[in-house]
């Protein structure tokens, strides 16, 4: 993709100052809103931390071997970190910035934000809640070229995505409860492309989701009812029409014949407007929910819709030292759908919450726990996950996925899989039916890390990560593996700071940009001031 040659020589500056002033904007609002109830808040404490990488890197450009150029990156992220946790006010997370410099590669050097800030706040007692979040990450221009693990000018620019859900919950009786929600969800690209990188320029990555919930629920004992309205759309920020917007109503009826045990049958009406089809059909399915211990829960929706079967099936469980998670999915999305979704099994942070709940009841005290084990060992908040290819159509997607974590003495492993297939989405009266576009894809991928405690101070790890994404249809063609080799040692300086000192091996096989290879030394420091 083509950079902007129209603009002065100063507009990459200008275009990070604005991207900067693009990514503050929404995290000040949430803050701002923090304050809205202010009885019972907690007090709000910030505690800085910076985190500085050097690598020194075989292949800066991930170029071809023979036009491999060695480099050194310096990536800097200072950050603060905030916790506020009250009766009607919780505000947790960390938000920063992050400058990448390369010593050889000009025009390679960028400033962008990160972080991630979570807002909860209960505006009227018992009636009125309002839920916020602002991320600024990592995003990949180009699916089929190599995608590093850590920070980078090559194949990566930043998406900032704003979560405003205002909702209504509220028990009306001692069986009738009432759920009134609304989630809106903002994308935006953040800051320009660089040398090694023009991508992450096209619209298509802007996007507004929406999705609304209405739901009167009369508790089952042993027979019960759900009423429930929902909508969704997504549109791009330029356009007035929706790639897709789906509009149900659905009424469940709910049989408790144990204690552990709810069985519901679903019968509805949806209405579907995508590509140049608008079409209204019936909903039929069943509803499983099954708690055989307080540790182990399975959740399963099953309906018959539109474009066949779509489901939502979910299982978790955890022990003292193990957690598992799984999660298939089968729905209509656009080309952000999985925002609003969900992905199935990235999140090792509420895994390691879980394995932890018998040893420190506490919430709060638990997510301090977790937050420093993740910092002093240098564990993966996430792992592999499927990457998005922006279109302007809406697709079916079939997802599953599952991730393990085991917490023992002195061994920590992290693990997880995943599979995505999404495909145009076609009816009967479909006069495009025949045609698969070119964001068609399946998805393959795993990571797996293990750490070892070597000492009170010293940890080691090694892990790897591989990935394969294979075009269908017109693009059948686009066929690329990315796997990553890599192991270092953690050292515990203080108990506010550690070292961590690793190399890794990533090789690249695609036939879209070419094979590569790269091999890296890394030393990382983090401090908590």
Known sequence: MAMDTDRPPFSRTARWHHGCRRAVRPLLLLLAASGLPTEGAAQLRIRPEVEASLVLTSNAGYSAVEQARVDAVLAVN????ISSRGSRVSLTGSFGFEGVVYARTEGASQVRPRGRLDLHSELIERWLFLDGSVSAGRARANPHAATPDTASAFNDYSSLRTQITPYVERRLTSRLNLLARSDHVWTRRVGGASVLDPGGTTPARDALEQAQLVRLEFQPLPVGWTAELTREDTRHND????????????????????PSLTLGATVGRESTRYSLIDRTDDIFGGRIRWLPSERTTLEARVEK??????????????????????????????????????????????????????????AAQ??????????????????????????????????????????????T??????YRKRTRLVGLDDVFAPASLDADNQQFGLEAELFRRLSRTLTADVGVRGMRIEGLGVSSSAVTTDVVLRGGVTALLSPNSN????ARHHVVRSSVSGPTRESALIATLLHRF
Do not use: K, W
Not at 78 to 81: C, E, F, G, N, T
Not at 242 to 257: C, D, H, K, N, W
Not at 366 to 390: E, F, K, Q, S
Not at 413 to 418: I, K, Q, V, Y
């Open 305 to 362: 819709r539109f474009f066949g079967a779509g489901f939502d099936l979910q299982f978790r469980h955890r022990s003292p030292y193990f957690g598992f998670m799984a999660r298939a999915i089968r729905e209509p999305v656009a080309q952000t759908g999985s925002h609003l979704l969900g992905f199935p099994s990235a999140d090792v942070r509420s895994l390691f919450d879980g394995v932890l709940t018998t040893r420190f009841p506490n």
């Open 78 to 81: 200072p950050r603060l970190v």
């Open 499 to 502: 070292l961590r000192l690793g």
């Open 239 to 258: 356009s007035s029409v929706s790639i897709v917007e789906q509009t149900a109503a659905r009424l469940i009826g709910t049989y408790v014949p144990a």
């Open 413 to 418: 492993l992290t693990a997880g899989a995943f």
């Open 366 to 411: 638990r997510g301090v726990l977790v937050n420093n084990l993740i910092r002093d060992l240098n564990l993966p908040t996430t792992l592999a996950a499927p990457l998005d290819l922006y279109t302007a159509y809406a697709q079916l997607q079939e997802e599953a996925g599952v991730t393990v974590v085991g917490y023992g003495r002195l061994t």
